[in-house]
T-cell receptor
Framework: TQLLEQSPQFLSIQEGENLTVYCNSS?????LQWYRQEPGEGPVLLVT?????EVKKLKRLTFQFGDARKDSSLHITAAQPGDTGLYLC??????????????FGQGTILTVHP | DAGITQSPRHKVTETGTPVTLRCHQT?????MYWYRQDPGHGLRLIHY???????DKGEVSDGYSVSRSKTEDFLLTLESATSSQTSVYFC????????????FGQGTRLTVV
């Protein structure tokens, strides 16, 4: 069974601070996705990284896939209250009919205080 | 928003009763999934389908069964509900490929008393 360890589980910071969320595994994944979830809603995809060492930027969010495709990080610069939510990392399956079989980390609840 | 509808959105049921949750999509995606979400566990895959009448187990499939008789509908059945199945259930759909995106429904909150 593939496992993804996400840390920290809770993060409470002030507006303007920077933060990093980590996602680690002993398994290799075909891809690594980051989702954001609001209360009462389903997760929504932020980004997908598929190549070892890949870095993607989405405004103030920077996503990195480890060289060995076993870990990933999400860095938010100058956090804003609108960034508050649950962030989930998810590893993609090995291929064939399994690409969409996602293994999720436990999630990070981020609260950004004004 | 992707066209995924889950029903019901909320349900309270008694231990030992059967329960069926429905997921309906209008996107014609081949792949459909059922996940459950519990505090401290993220989302865990229960069952998934890669085509009509083609289904397979996920990591937490015990006590659950699924059926897919049409592309657009994927049903999750709890044969005899237990309190440990109290959870929020999410349906998801996706296409195929290494960078395929999963689209999630709004979830069903199930309470087994």
């Amino acid at each position: 069974t593939q496992l993804l360890e996400q840390s920290p589980q809770f993060l409470s910071i002030q507006e303007g601070e920077n933060l990093t969320v980590y996602c680690n595994s002993s398994s290799v994944f075909s891809s690594l996705q980051w989702y954001r979830q609001e209360p009462g809603e389903g997760p929504v995809l932020l980004v997908t990284v598929v190549t070892g060492g890949e870095v993607k930027k989405l405004k103030r969010l920077t996503f990195q896939f480890g060289d060995a495709r076993k870990d990933s990080s999400l860095h938010i610069t100058a956090a804003q209250p609108g960034d508050t939510g649950l962030y989930l990392c998810a590893g993609g399956g090995a291929g064939g009919t399994s690409y969409g079989k996602l293994t999720f980390g436990q999630g990070t609840i981020l609260t950004v205080h004004p | 928003d992707a066209g995924i509808t889950q029903s019901p959105r909320h349900k309270v049921t008694e231990t030992g009763t059967p329960v069926t949750l429905r997921c309906h999509q209008t996107e014609n995606h081949r792949y459909m999934y059922w996940y459950r979400q519990d505090p401290g566990h993220g989302l865990r895959l229960i069952h998934y389908s890669y085509g009509v009448k083609d289904t397979d187990k996920g990591e937490v499939s015990d006590g659950y069964s699924v059926s897919r008789s049409k592309t657009e509908d994927f049903l999750l059945t709890l044969e005899s509900a237990t309190s440990s199945q109290t959870s929020v259930y999410f349906c998801a759909i996706s296409g195929w490929g290494i960078d395929t995106e999963a689209f999630f429904g709004q979830g069903t909150r199930l309470t087994v008393v």
